[in-house]
Nanobody, 127 residues
Framework: VQLVESGGGSVQAGGSLRLSCAASGYTYSSYCMGWFRQAPGKEREGVAA???????SYADSVKGRFTISKDNAKNTLYLQMNSLKPEDTAMYYC???????????????????????WGQGTQVTVS
């Protein structure tokens, strides 16, 4: 399994970015996938998850501003980030695993199940 993120960068507060995660090496459509972030000095937190049927969940900190989606034909996961805030500054990672749909959830507080496959990350900086 290989996951490669792209789309990070620097943006002013209120701006938008779209992250992509290109996946290969597995049956993409059947996996639980998610986006996560880690700011310097902080623990990694869940941002959003999408299960094999396309059901989504979000941490409260991003709900209403971020949208997770996937294109099964392109084996690509996306995170559309709007109304960005300085506190969104972090390294963003995508992850995937065969997690049952009932467990494929990012909670309101950013908790998430164990994922076995991770990308290398892409930096997002909001000023």
């Amino acid at each position: 399994v290989q996951l490669v993120e792209s789309g990070g960068g620097s943006v002013q507060a209120g701006g938008s970015l779209r992250l992509s995660c290109a996946a290969s090496g597995y049956t993409y459509s059947s996996y639980c996938m998610g986006w996560f972030r880690q700011a310097p000095g902080k623990e990694r937190e869940g941002v959003a998850a999408i299960d094999s049927d396309g059901s989504t969940s979000y941490a409260d900190s991003v709900k209403g501003r971020f949208t997770i989606s996937k294109d099964n034909a392109k084996n690509t996961l996306y995170l559309q980030m709007n109304s960005l805030k300085p506190e969104d500054t972090a390294m963003y990672y995508c992850a995937a695993d065969l997690i049952p749909r009932s467990w494929c959830v990012v909670t309101a507080t950013g908790d998430y199940p164990d994922f076995g496959y991770w990308g290398q990350g892409t930096q997002v900086t909001v000023s």
